[in-house]
């Protein structure tokens, strides 16, 4: 077998392996430092460029996934990020498999679930309900989204990937545009951004005016715990930010079919609308996306939405790393196997998009 020679850290930055304890979860993004933001992004680098130095690190490990709500890109990600770090993968895909449809509790349903494994991901529509899990469960526990407030690990993608775009963080131009009231995933953003120096956010939201809200309204400036330049249209901010991040108009939240339409329209980013952005503005969504991103916008550079997507995978990686315990290679030094990590393929013609 090929002996390799293994790399340092690609930002120079060492990675020291942080052994959890059972009460450290992975709740909220809200008050992460900026230096745990940013080593967690670094692992999620190393693990991308190099995989084969992390793919026994997590051996002997189960991994327990608990989805309260339908989910593609999340719990996909989290499975394979698991498997390709050598665990095993108990999953939950759909409660109806369990018996919370004749009574059982969430809470005993988790407390199980963390019998059973090393650590778990729940994702529940219900805000709050994660403190409420944590209470029960005896091993970390990541939330994979939770009610329309919080959905730390997308944040962590969303920053990787635009941290791997532009550079840094600091001095961004970020404008979020759709319900972002209702999108955990804005909100989470918010949080993570905070993390960083002189970034400007800009917004429209589509959910203010929507005779379907909630009173009162709270100030998106208190949302974003910070100052918040609002506009009337994604045209009116296209020439003034570096990241377009595109939420989903939920149609749920109104009425009137008309006012979803009005408010729609205030949002949907369109192959002609682009032109008038920067040319190296990324475009971001969360996904599944709706009318306020067709298809049209697929084939333009501004499409950063499906790298976004698969580097879920790399990010993933590093958050079951961090509250797993890990370093890379110790299950593989513990068997006495070399790993060869020196995999990097010849540059393909066209950019991969591949975690």
């Not at 989910?71 to 759909?94: I, K, P, Q, W, Y």
């Not at 980013?269 to 682009?274: A, F, P, Q």
């Amino acid at each position: 077998m090929l002996q390799c020679h293994r790399s340092s850290p690609v930002d120079g930055i060492p990675r020291t392996p942080s052994f959890r304890t059972a009460t450290q979860n992975l709740l909220s993004i809200d008050g992460w430092p900026r230096t745990d933001i940013e080593s967690l992004l670094g692992m999620a680098e190393d693990i991308r460029r190099y995989p084969g130095e992390f793919a026994y690190s997590l051996a002997g490990t189960l991994v327990c996934t608990v989805f309260f709500e339908p989910s593609t890109r999340t719990r996909l990600s989290f499975e394979a990020a698991a498997h390709r770090l050598g665990a095993r993968v108990l999953s939950v895909g759909d409660i109806q498999t369990t018996r919370v449809g004749l009574g059982e509790s969430v809470t005993d349903t988790l407390r199980m679930a963390g019998y059973y494994a090393d650590l778990v991901v729940a994702r529940h529509a219900e805000d709050g309900m994660m403190e409420r899990m944590a209470a029960v469960v005896d091993v970390p526990l990541i939330n994979a989204g939770e009610g329309q407030g919080s959905h730390p690990t997308q944040t962590l993608i969303d920053l990787f990937t635009m941290r791997k775009h532009f550079g840094s963080l600091d001095g961004l131009r970020v404008g979020i545009a759709g319900g972002v009231r209702y999108s955990r995933a804005a909100k989470s953003l918010f949080a993570g951004l905070r993390a960083f120096r002189d970034v400007r956010l800009h917004v429209v939201d589509a959910v203010g005016d929507a005779d379907g809200a909630p009173e009162p309204v709270p100030a998106l400036s208190e949302l974003a715990g910070a100052d918040v330049q609002e506009h009337a249209c994604v045209a009116d901010m296209l020439g003034q930010v570096d990241v377009l991040y595109v939420v989903r108009v939920q149609r749920e939240q109104y009425r009137e079919p008309s006012m979803y339409e009005q408010q729609l329209s205030r949002c949907r980013v369109t192959r002609e609308l682009l032109r008038g952005g920067q040319r190296d503005m990324a475009v971001l969504h969360c996904l599944p996306r709706g009318e306020e991103l067709p298809e049209e916008v697929d084939e333009t550079p501004f499409n950063h939405y499906f790298r976004q997507a698969a580097n879920g995978v790399a990010v993933r990686m590093a958050v079951l790393q961090r509250y797993l315990g890990r370093s890379r290679l110790s299950t593989a030094a513990l068997m006495g196997q070399n790993l060869c990590v020196d995999i990097a393929p010849t540059q393909p013609a066209k950019p991969s998009l591949a975690w």
